[in-house]
Nanobody
Framework: QLVESGGGSVQAGGSLRLSCAAS????????LGWFRQAPGKEREGVAG???????TYANSLKGRFTVARDNAKNTLYLQMNSLKPEDTAMYYC????????????????WGQGTQVTVSS
């Protein structure tokens, strides 16, 4: 089970840190990632991290978002800085074997999401 937390409402320019706690299974051997879905839009990849720390990011988010994992705590993080209104979305964490490529259909396990709202 993957459970996201840390979402909320913030003004543009602010920061949030999302967490995703994994339970019932150790995801240390899986890639972990973040996706988001805004109203009326398709779900898109945000960032992924492999078991050895290899990271991938959506090109448009590089430099503002940072993904990290703590295998001892079975937890994934997403630090989001300089937030913009267009970052408003439901954010989901996910897990998959292999490489942290941000192709939606390749991710097997999903959390329920946490809402992020950025106001201007």
């Amino acid at each position: 089970q993957l459970v996201e937390s840390g979402g909320g409402s913030v003004q543009a320019g602010g920061s949030l840190r999302l967490s995703c706690a994994a339970s019932g299974y150790s995801y240390s051997s899986y890639c972990l990632g973040w996706f988001r879905q805004a109203p009326g839009k398709e779900r898109e990849g945000v960032a992924g991290i492999g078991t050895g720390g290899l990271t991938t990011y959506a090109n448009s988010l590089k430099g503002r978002f940072t993904v990290a994992r703590d295998n001892a705590k079975n937890t994934l993080y997403l630090q989001m800085n300089s937030l913009k209104p267009e970052d408003t979305a439901m954010y989901y964490c996910a897990a998959r074997p292999g490489v942290p490529r941000l192709v939606l259909d390749e991710w097997n396990y999903w959390g329920q999401g946490t809402q992020v709202t950025v106001s201007s």
